[in-house]
């Protein structure tokens, strides 16, 4: 079952265990790319690197999936957008702590908020929308006049 399957506000931990999951395995993508792109003096610190960044990428997706599941349901909106930029601000205040920088943690803040909140608008729009989609229009049946077919020898090339 998806993130997006699960009924918001509800089944708090296991929202939670996906979005640490997802963290995770972006983390050790990242840290993955991050040593072959700034190659380590050493295997140890090779290991270093990647434990880092993928515990901070599995604590960031932690972070935002209690924190939009709580704020869902203390505010008794499960389905406002406002939960999501809640959970993404909280993961930003953390990626600041975690960088000992005010300015790092009010930025991500507010980017993180604000991309998780609109990522939520669209989701919404795409779920209401989906019944729409999946269904033709009618069209009356005058409306359409099969084209007229041309005979094989007025276009011959002689």
């Known amino acids: 079952m998806g993130y997006w399957d699960l009924q918001e506000g509800k089944d708090c931990i296991e ?7 997802l963290g995770t395995a972006l983390g050790l993508v990242g840290s993955a790319y991050h040593i072959v792109a700034f190659q380590p003096d050493s295997a140890i610190q090779a290991v270093q690197r990647a434990t880092n960044g993928t515990v901070t990428m599995a604590a960031l997706g932690a972070i935002f999936g209690m924190t939009t599941c709580l704020a869902a349901q203390a505010r008794d ?3 406002d957008p406002v939960n999501y930029f809640l959970g993404g601000c909280a993961s930003g205040v953390f990626l600041g702590a975690r960088t000992h920088s005010a300015m790092t943690g009010m930025t991500a803040c507010i980017g993180l908020g604000t991309l998780a909140m609109f990522t939520k608008m669209y989701q919404g729009m795409t779920e209401t929308s989906g019944s729409e989609q999946d269904s033709e229009p009618e069209l009356p049946g005058d409306v359409i006049e099969p084209l007229p077919t041309a005979s094989s020898t007025r276009y ?3």
């Open 77 to 79: 909106a499960p389905d």
């Open 156 to 158: 011959a090339v002689p």
């Open 15 to 21: 929202k939670t265990w996906i979005t640490t999951k």
